[in-house]
């Protein structure tokens, strides 16, 4: 058996709102494997992004996490300083979210925010830099890397920002990909070809995918195994076959019965 490379055991993480503590995550425990698909799936508002934010310590300013570990390739995240967790932060586990959009600066050209991630985490001249951006466009099936490089997020539809913010994440060659809902604002179409690029290039580059969704059917097509969060926990896990055909939680069943009465399982 392939061996773990992130476990996250009994992490609790709470924020403060208005001088009130909430509890956002209730004591999650979960693990990856090297080259695994994994999909953490639930309801909006049970606790996904905030676990995913943990791994790499980008949680809102509010944020606290009370309790728990969260090992990388055996060393535990939460007790290194910023500037071990920033060379961990994408060099080694990147992020894709839902707005690449709102990540993606407005004011510099797709080519030069992806020079400058690639002169970041590589070291690379200005103009070896330039070439591996359009070498990552091509990589993420952009069909002409050389007009794409000259324009702005704005000109781009939000399909196109998500490849470009793929090839971001992608240019410090990750052993992790976290992609916290990347296809849900795209419409259907423009989302089967997303999964498909994320899923191909998975399987070209080797990374593990930590795929955040509510949506059971995306889980349906790319999961090796599923973590069913509710209300701040982990309330089933298991093979894709068994959470997705054997339910055993009430909520698991609710989720399925929910995804199977509109035809998407
Ligand atoms: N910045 C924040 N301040 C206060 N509470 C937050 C903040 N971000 C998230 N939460 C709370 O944490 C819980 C989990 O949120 P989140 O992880 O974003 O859910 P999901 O990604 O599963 O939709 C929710 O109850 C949400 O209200
Ligand atoms: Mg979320």
Redesign the pocket.
């Known amino acids: 058996m392939t061996p773990e490379i992130l476990e996250i055991i009994d992490l609790k993480v709470d ?1 403060c ?1 208005q001088g009130k503590i ?1 509890q ?2 209730g004591g999650v425990s979960l693990f990856i494997r090297d080259h695994e698909t994994v999909v953490l799936a ?10 995913a934010l943990s791994i790499t310590g980008i949680l ?1 300013p ?2 606290l996490i009370a309790q728990g570990k969260i090992l990388y390739r055996g060393r535990d995240l939460l007790t290194l300083g910023e500037d071990a967790l920033s060379r961990i932060r994408g060099n080694q586990i990147a992020y894709i979210f839902q707005e690449p959009g709102a990540y993606l600066n407005p004011v510099l050209s797709i080519g030069d925010q992806l020079s400058e991630t690639i002169i970041l985490h590589q070291g690379l001249t200005k103009e070896a830099a330039r070439e591996e951006a359009a070498e990552l466009l091509a990589l993420v099936k952009i069909r002409d890397p050389k007009d794409i490089i000259r324009s702005y997020p704005h000109q781009l539809s939000g399909g196109m920002n998500q490849r470009v913010f793929l090839a971001m994440a992608l240019a410090c060659k990750p052993r992790i990909l976290i992609a ?1 809902e990347p296809t849900t604002s795209l419409d259907v179409t423009v989302e089967a070809k997303m999964l498909e690029l994320l899923m191909g290039l998975k399987k070209e580059i080797g990374f593990a995918l930590l795929f ?1 969704t ?1 949506n059971l059917s995306i889980a349906k097509k790319i999961a090796d195994r599923i973590y069913v ?1 509710y209300r ?1 926990k982990i309330v089933e896990e298991g093979d894709q076959d068994k959470i997705l055909t054997r339910p055993e939680h009430a909520h698991t069943k609710e989720l399925v019965a929910a995804f199977e009465k509109i035809g998407k399982l």
Do not use: R
């Open positions: 924020f709102l909430n956002a995550v639930g309801e909006s508002g049970s606790g996904k992004t905030v676990t809102p509010n944020a916290d955040i509510h969060m701040g």
